[in-house]
């Protein structure tokens, strides 16, 4: 696979937008019976974007961030509701943290991942990975915590390739995650990133009915 070369630099009115500008990316690529995966909740509506322009299956991954304690948005791993838990051990090591100080926030948050599969999967079979091409969006990466959890948890179920792909990244956390991925794609690598949603206008919170509703009026539209 041809791997693009992000711009240093580009803003975002919201989700969609940023979708266009990823999907122009992808698909200039050639793709082997692709299937696109949002990873909720940020990542659906880049990923309706893309699916769309790949003529795509659309389905959902999720991965949810573990907080420090005393400290819940400082995140130091991540969990899925199926695939291993994930931790940060430099983080670990630099906060004095054992697995097993967050063993009960790792069980609550695979519970509430289980939980969130259980919402957007209701009444949908999810979309068969092996063999397949199996593209990761999300609406950036910070630290690729969350992202490392959903790529190990989904390679278990043997695609062919998996690519994550971003309209935004820290380019440190890009390199870092070439290793769990067969590809890291980026629309733009600033090197002076400090949060995902400084790179664009709007960047509201996405609730667990908006992602149903994407997932709903996509699957409506294919054929």
Known sequence: ???????????????????????????????????VLGLARGGVPVAVEVASALHAPLGVAVARKIGAPGRPEFGVGAVTPYGPVVLDERSLRLLGLTRDDLASTSAREREEALRRLGVYQSGRDPERLEGRDVIVVDDGLATGVTATAALRSLRESGPRTLTFAVPVCAPPAAAALRNEADAVLCVSEPPHFQAVGQWYADFSQIDDDEVVALLDRYSGVQP
């Open 1 to 35: 696979m041809t791997r693009k070369t992000a711009i240093t630099e580009r803003f975002y009115a919201d989700r969609s937008d940023a979708g266009r500008a990823l999907a122009e990316m992808l698909k200039e690529m050639d793709w082997v019976d692709p299937v």
